[in-house]
């Protein structure tokens, strides 16, 4: 992996617009911070790629705005951090891990009182909107800027994760003859600082973990099943009840998502990592694998996506959760729009800020938007014809109960629908062209809107 030094991406921020917090009050702020982060960082990519345990010692330098004067952290720990990021056919320049191993070091600094700091990197230097191939990230400095927003915009809808601040990072190679390569990056809350500042006392493993209904609290589950549709994140799994296999399997009921257990009450669900959500790269390149873009006439994906997770949550909770999380949101959508309006994001990135926002309050706000008809009777055979002679999925297959519909047309006691398969019951590996492509034929009796039953 090949360190670059070419500053060949347009600057997000005038540096007169970067200013530095007050010590101690990292993430007290929302405003970009200007650093310096040196480093052998080339020796840290060539070997800390494959090895999780490998590090470097480094210098974190940033300007004090009471004072004017030059703030240095000597000897950090930095090494690579990430899952899929960490591959280089994803990422050229990975995310990044701080740990402050001397406290007196950071004492007298904005860092103080933090065991760590996340760096959310630039990734790459892909020009647009241009996504990587196999995961579909966002390889360039616009997308740490807009997952630093996503971070803020939850923590204003009250829902639990990690804190985060956009920044403006000088990378400097130490003993390479090489310019600093200057790049927009999200410093991120550590996973230690995040256990203090809930009072946590530990963490369910993914082994541990065995399903939200046995170990969250039911209304925090949906506000963060609501949360994940309002951002159209799919990078994320949890088993909500013990048969769940909703993007899960046996193998991982967690993904994405800190359980962080305290001395009293139920674990707490902690969602993180957004690279890859929609309000951040703006599309999934697995898209057409799994809906059907003429469900809905504007044949957005955007709304289709938030569509179909917020959807997704009637085949999870009761009606009265349900209907006291959609109050909880309604009655912070002003403060939402308010981050949104407050934060310097590129064209693009407001655009589908605003979009995501719009369609999640559109599937949310009225009864009927929110309960909409939806397959309710088990074991609902799938047609090409009102005949019923032509099976449209494999044979003997049935759509799950919980299934948006869109009514077409009627044929007797048949009816011809778009499915939203909001489920993803014919998610990869499986298949229905039909319901992906087209439309599709069920029984009339089939369908209500009344799910869950009150």
Known sequence: MKLLTSCIAPLLFSLSLIVAAPAGQLFTSAEPIELTLEAPLQQLFDKGIDDDKFSVRGVLSYRDASTGSNVVVKDVDVS?????SRRETECSFPKLKINFDKASARAQSIFAGLDGLRIGTHCGENPGEERTPKFGRLANERSPVREAFVYRLLDAAGVATLRARPARVSYVDKGAQAPPLVRNAMLLEDDDDLMKRLDGTGKITMERFTSARDQFAPLDTAAMAFAQAMIANFDWCVRFYPEDTYRCDARQP???????????GRAVPVIADFDLA????????????????????????????????????RSVFSRAQLDETRHRFLQRKPAL???????????RGRELAQQHLDAFFNAITTDA??????????????????????????EGDTVLPGTPVNEIRRDGMMVEVALLDARWHWGPPAECKAVKAGTVWIDRSAISAEYPEK
């Not at 939806?374 to 449209?392: F, G, I, M, N, S």
């Open 80 to 84: 690579v951090r990430g899952h899929t």
């Open 254 to 264: 967690l993904w994405n998502v800190m359980a962080v257990t305290r001395d009293s």
């Open 278 to 313: 929609g309000m951040v790269v703006g599309a999934h390149n697995w898209f057409d694998k799994v809906y059907n873009a003429g469900f809905v006439p504007s044949r957005s994906s955007v709304e289709i996506e938030v569509l179909s997770q917020v959807q997704h949550t």
């Open 337 to 347: 729009y308010d981050v949104l309006a407050k934060t310097r994001l590129d064209p």
């Open 369 to 394: 938007a929110f309960y909409r008809p939806v397959v309710v009777k088990p074991d609902t055979r799938v047609y090409l014809d009102a005949t019923k002679t032509r099976e449209a999925c494999g």
